[in-house]
C-alpha cells in the first residue's frame, strides 16, 4: 500500500498483519479520491475505523488541513503512528485510540468536511456509527460521509434521519456510498 499523490506521493505505508484490517485498494482509492478532489483541500477529514491510516494520510497528502484517526485496534494505532512519522503529518493529525462511538462524541470541531467510514464489513458499527453521525453538531449540509460498505448494504434505516444518500459508486465487491444531511431540516 501506498500514499498515491500529494505531497507524500509514492510513499510506502505499513499496515497492520492480519485479517483484522482490509487496506482500501490503490485503484480504489484513487476513484475515492478523483471523486473528493475540489473537497480535500483544506478539509478537516475523519478516517473512522482508519486500520493502517491510508486513507486519511492519502487526504492529508493531497491537502487536508487536518485529519481525525479513529482507531482501537493495538497493532493498527502502532501502523497510523508509524505511517503519521514516515509521511511527516504528525502535526496535521489527531489520532483518537478509542471506539468509534465514542470518538464520535469526542470530536469538538465546528464542522468536518469529510467523514470516511470504513468499519467491518456487516458489523453494527456501521449503523451505530452512523446514527451518532447524524446527531453530532459537526455533520451540517456541508459535510460528506463516505461509507466503505458491501453492495447492496442495507441503508435504509438512514430514513429515521435526516441524513440521505446522495451517491454510489459501486466496485466489484464493495462501494463507497455518499450521505449528506438533508438540506432544509
Do not use: W
Request: aromatic share 6%.
Amino acid at each position: 500500500m501506498r500514499v498515491i499523490a500529494g505531497e507524500a506521493r509514492r510513499l510506502p505505508l505499513v499496515t497492520p498483519d492480519g485479517l483484522d484490517t482490509r487496506p482500501t485498494q490503490d485503484r480504489i482509492k484513487e476513484t475515492l479520491f478523483n471523486i473528493l478532489q475540489m473537497e480535500t483541500p483544506g478539509a478537516v477529514f475523519l478516517d473512522l475505523c482508519a486500520g493502517s491510516g491510508g486513507i486519511g494520510i492519502e487526504a492529508l497528502s493531497r491537502g487536508a488541513r487536518h485529519c481525525y484517526f479513529v482507531e482501537n485496534g493495538r497493532d493498527a494505532v502502532a501502523c497510523i503512528q508509524q505511517n503519521l512519522h514516515k509521511t511527516h503529518f504528525e502535526e496535521k493529525a489527531t489520532l483518537l485510540k478509542q471506539d468509534v462511538l465514542n470518538a464520535i462524541r469526542n470530536i469538538h470541531e465546528k464542522e468536518a468536511d469529510l467523514i470516511y467510514l470504513d468499519p467491518p464489513y456487516e458489523s453494527p458499527a456501521q449503523k451505530a456509527a452512523l446514527l451518532a453521525l447524524a446527531e453530532a453538531s459537526y455533520v451540517t449540509e456541508n459535510t460528506m460521509i463516505i461509507v466503505e460498505a458491501l453492495l447492496d448494504t442495507d441503508f435504509s434505516y438512514l430514513e429515521e434521519t435526516d441524513l440521505e444518500i446522495v451517491r454510489e459508486k459501486r466496485y466489484k465487491a464493495n462501494e463507497h456510498v455518499f450521505i449528506r444531511r438533508k438540506t432544509g431540516q
